[in-house]
Nanobody, 130 residues
């Protein structure tokens, strides 16, 4: 029932910044959590960042901690990912996801896993050049 649309991807030089946005439509109530994942060519989808609205819990992968910041407005079902000090290794398709089932409320560990989310966007390409 929910549809997610990512935007803000593009080409940026190493050391630059980019902000991704994700908006949800098709649901009249707020979700429990939203997250960002990314997938590079030939590699598995990996966790990037997540936020649980109820308590404001935020989590980041070790590879982006200190460089990326997740934020949003749960009343608007919107999430952002501010990416600073970008590296070529950050090049990937970035996907946003949301939990409308409440799975992430049972344990924060589900914020790190794809199974913790039930709706996904189509992704936006981020390319970081050297």
């Amino acid at each position: 029932q929910a549809q997610l649309v990512e935007s803000g991807g593009g080409l940026v030089q190493a050391g630059g910044s980019l902000r991704l946005s994700c908006a949800v439509s098709g649901r009249t109530f707020t979700n429990y959590a939203m997250g960002w994942f990314r997938q590079a060519p030939g590699k598995e989808r990996e966790f990037v960042a997540a936020i649980r609205w109820s308590d404001g819990t935020t989590l980041y992968s070790d590879s982006v901690k200190g460089r990326f910041t997740i934020s949003g407005d749960n009343h608007k079902n919107t999430v952002y990912l501010q990416m600073n000090s970008l590296k070529p290794v950050d090049t990937a398709v970035y996907y946003c996801a949301t939990d409308y089932r409440g799975t992430t409320l049972y344990s924060g560990s589900y914020l790190l896993k794809t199974i913790g989310y039930d709706y996904w966007g189509q992704g936006t390409q981020v390319t970081v050049s050297s």
